[in-house]
């Protein structure tokens, strides 16, 4: 099993920069690749930016160049840097875990980005 938990959302003003962490116990051995989704109201959960446990990173389209993921393999935390922060990148983030091919998924923190 593996427990995930994500922080550092919240409020910020469009061109602002908030850093998503998702912090992970358990058997965090089993962990292949870690991604952050988002899902806004009305919309499917979509994946924002994945990473490897080679450190491989991927993105969306809509957020390259503006967000990077990171990992603290000694913290067993993975981060989401978000910069130039638009309104529609507001949504509830979630931090997933692949293990093994089991999925497991964080409780989800809220970005609001006002215009």
């Known amino acids: 099993q593996v427990q995930l938990v994500e922080s550092g959302g919240g409020l910020v003003q469009a061109g602002g920069s908030l850093r998503l962490s998702c912090a992970a116990s358990?058997?965090?051995?089993?962990?292949?690749?870690i991604g952050w989704y988002r899902q806004a109201p009305g919309k499917q959960r979509e994946l924002v930016a994945g990473i490897s446990s080679g450190g491989t990173t991927n993105y969306a389209d809509s957020v390259k160049g503006r967000f990077t993921i990171s990992r603290d393999n000694a913290k067993n935390t993975v981060y989401l840097q978000m910069n130039s922060l638009k309104p529609e990148d507001t949504a509830v983030y979630y931090c997933n875990a692949d293990g093994d091919g089991v999925d497991y998924w964080g409780q989800g923190t809220q970005v609001t980005v006002s215009s």
């Open positions: 358990g058997s965090t051995f089993s962990i292949n690749a």
